[in-house]
């Protein structure tokens, strides 16, 4: 049979009590109705007749733990029957770092839930407020060392460019996320949303944008981080969506490449590290992973002309390297 690995479910605002700055989850989710079991049912039956099999059911958008709890299980009793079939393999799903409890967890990893994500955002208690999460740091401290406690996969979810938020604040979030030691880590810069109160803080003048340049900058000094400590980061940027293409993203950090272009300058920062020895009108070849030759290159070819420029190279070629490990090497310098 075929596989896949996620069947998403939406529930966008289910059971948030707090509107956050930011957020319009319908928009950002492009779903606009809240998910119930027989919605679930539906995504799964559709799964199921097209051949998948062990795929992961994942509740995003809301704060599922938040949710009355009838709805909850509702929800994920909805599953049970591809549960038992084997169409589904485990279930995923998002909530705030306040909405989390031993009993709550319980009641979901009986029902079969593996992961689950906390929006933790920041670990900065006055950009947590600037911002209108309703929680605290610490908040997010205890609710992550009770979803290890319980034996589920914790991942986190961290943003960048958030109001009251800086360079340093951002890699501060990243360390003490780091320290948490999740599963897995999703990394968003800060996003304009249209008709939300950031919206109106960013035309107003009290936000400064934070544009795809800064978001880049950011993460590509957190990516590092999370690498060196063994935490995959399995999304980087909001996943882009028609009504977020077709400008309801009204300004920020959105570009459906994003992960690309911040891996991008991880690498071209690495070169540049190599290249500080290289004599001026040398022509080098650098040899990278295979599966990163392009983000080494970058789009429209820009790391070779800012390091071409930057060390006055007669020429700089990357190939892929004999091994896919993740250093960039040095392999020929010629006049």
């Not at 049912?41 to 998948?52: I, Y």
């Not at 709550?104 to 955002?121: D, P, R």
């Not at 986190?156 to 360390?175: E, I």
């Not at 500080?276 to 080494?296: C, D, F, H, Q």
């Amino acid at each position: 049979m075929a596989r896949a690995k996620i069947i998403p479910v939406f529930v966008p605002h289910l059971g948030c009590p707090n509107d956050c700055v930011f957020c319009d989850q319908k928009r950002i989710s492009g779903s606009l109705l809240p998910a119930s079991g027989k919605d679930v049912t539906a995504a799964l039956e559709s799964a199921r007749d097209r051949g998948l099999s062990g795929v992961e059911l994942a509740f995003y958008g809301g704060s599922f733990t938040a949710v009355r709890p009838a709805l909850q299980k509702e929800l994920l009793a909805a599953a049970g029957p591809y549960l038992a079939d084997g169409t589904v393999s485990s279930i995923r799903l998002s909530t705030r770092p306040d909405a989390v409890t031993e009993e709550g967890l319980a009641m979901l990893k009986s029902h079969g839930a593996a992961t689950v994500e906390l929006g933790a955002q920041s670990m900065d208690d006055a950009v947590l407020t600037a911002s209108g999460r309703g929680h605290t740091a610490a908040d997010t401290a205890r609710a992550a060392a009770l979803v290890k406690a319980a034996g589920l996969k914790l991942i986190l979810q961290m943003m960048t460019g958030l109001p009251g938020s800086d360079r340093t604040k951002d890699t501060d979030t990243a360390k003490r996320i780091i320290d948490l030691a999740p599963d897995g880590v999703r990394i968003y810069p800060t996003v304009i949303v249209k008709n939300t109160p950031l919206e109106d803080m960013w035309r107003s003048g009290t936000y400064r944008e934070h544009t795809v340049a800064d978001a880049v900058a950011v993460c590509a000094d957190i990516l590092p981080l999370f690498e060196a400590a063994h935490i995959p980061v399995i999304r980087l940027g909001l996943n882009p969506t028609d009504a977020l293409s077709a400008g309801d993203a009204v300004a920020g950090a959105y570009h459906p490449a994003l992960g690309e272009l911040v891996r991008s300058e991880v690498l071209r920062r690495r070169a540049a590290a190599l290249l500080r020895t290289v004599p001026a009108g040398a022509r080098v070849t650098l040899a990278v992973a295979p599966g990163r030759v392009s983000a080494m290159i970058g789009q429209h070819r820009r790391n070779i002309a800012v390091l071409t420029e930057a060390f006055g190279l007669s020429s700089l070629t990357v190939i892929p390297a004999e091994t896919a490990g993740e250093d960039i090497s040095l392999v020929d310098v010629g006049r």
